[in-house]
């Protein structure tokens, strides 16, 4: 048990220095290229489980598999990363950190309207005190020009999804969780990476730079800007926490199942703004620091009612 606990002490850490990380990155390189390498390098990393899990497949096999990867590659490495790479390069570190952490809420919304799991009282609990936490963060009545909190809302909102997609998916086959991420990785870095080639046509760059949200995708690069001084940091965003990260997530919950592996989403919220307030010298307002206790206690109580749940 003492080895659960040290990697999941791990992955808290390696979690929660994403967005300060990634932050720190953005000035270096390209938002969408970083979303590119890092889950390319961190799905190749992984591979070697796949390579372990797919042996006795045959080929048709595999190849029906793979439309299963498709989606979640979509959903999670285009669609909600995209979304979460924007909100990072318009927002504060810690907000979307804050913001982020709240997809396990998602997921189990997701879990109930096309899955027809049980929410429990306490989970359903937890889930007010989160979305009371969103609210106050996003602060409704000064809202006007903060579009980027929805894209931090909808990135959260799609990982939720695809978490239930990918869990779904393991139900039907008997791929183990680091195959079906490192193959979500793979697939998905593929499909950021085909959109990145559309992205430098001319017509289409002239098009996307027009675009208040969306300029960063115009004529994105692949490797350009990679460098001795910031090497260490691209390995440490695409290795350490990209790959050896969710690895660590997923030897938690098979050593000591979801209900511990939660605790990384629920020490997060707290943690990740603290990191952005020192390395970062972000300033954390009164209404965030609000916000940010409405959704510790969230998560504390969907924490409380899943383990009840699993003791059951």
């Known amino acids: 048990m003492r080895k659960t606990y040290t990697y999941l002490i791990t992955a808290v850490f390696l979690f929660s220095s994403m967005e300060v990380s990634i932050k720190i990155a953005g000035a270096s390189f390209d938002g969408i290229q970083l979303n590119f390498l890092r889950f390319a390098v961190g799905g190749m990393i992984m591979f070697p489980v796949v390579v372990k899990n797919l042996r006795g497949y045959s080929c048709s096999s595999i190849m029906e598999l793979l439309p299963n990867f498709f989606l979640t590659g979509f959903i999670c490495v285009v669609l909600s990363m995209g979304l979460y790479q924007i909100a990072l390069e318009q927002m504060k570190a810690s ?34 005190l989160t979305v009371i936490g969103l609210v106050v963060i996003m602060n409704p009545i000064h809202l006007a020009g903060k579009s980027s909190i929805f894209f931090a809302v909808l990135s959260a909102l799609l990982f939720g999804l695809y978490t239930v997609l990918t869990r779904q998916i393991g ?11 490192s193959l979500t990785f793979i697939v998905g870095a593929a499909e950021l990476g085909i959109l990145m080639l559309i992205s430098n046509v001319p017509a289409v760059a002239e098009r996307l730079s027009r675009s208040n949200y969306f300029s960063g995708f115009a004529n994105s690069p692949f490797f350009s800007g990679i460098e001795l001084n910031n090497l260490w940091l691209l390995l440490y965003i695409c290795v350490l926490i990209t790959a050896v990260g969710f690895t660590l997530y997923f030897e938690v919950i098979k050593r000591g199942g979801m209900t511990t592996a939660s605790l990384i989403f629920f020490v997060k919220p ?9 390395i970062l010298k972000e300033k954390i ?6 916000g940010i206790i409405f959704i510790v206690l969230g998560s504390f109580n969907l924490f409380v009612a899943q383990k009840n749940s699993s003791q059951l």
């Open 95 to 128: 907000t979307v950190a804050v913001i982020f952490s709240c997809n396990p809420i998602f997921s189990l919304i997701f879990s109930y309207l096309f899955f027809k799991e049980k929410v429990s009282r306490k989970s359903m609990f937890g889930i007010y």
């Open 171 to 181: 139900k039907r086959t008997s791929l183990n969780v680091q195959t079906m991420t």
């Open 270 to 278: 707290a943690l990740a703004p603290l990191l952005a307030v020192v």
């Open 285 to 290: 307002t009164l209404l965030t620091l609000l």
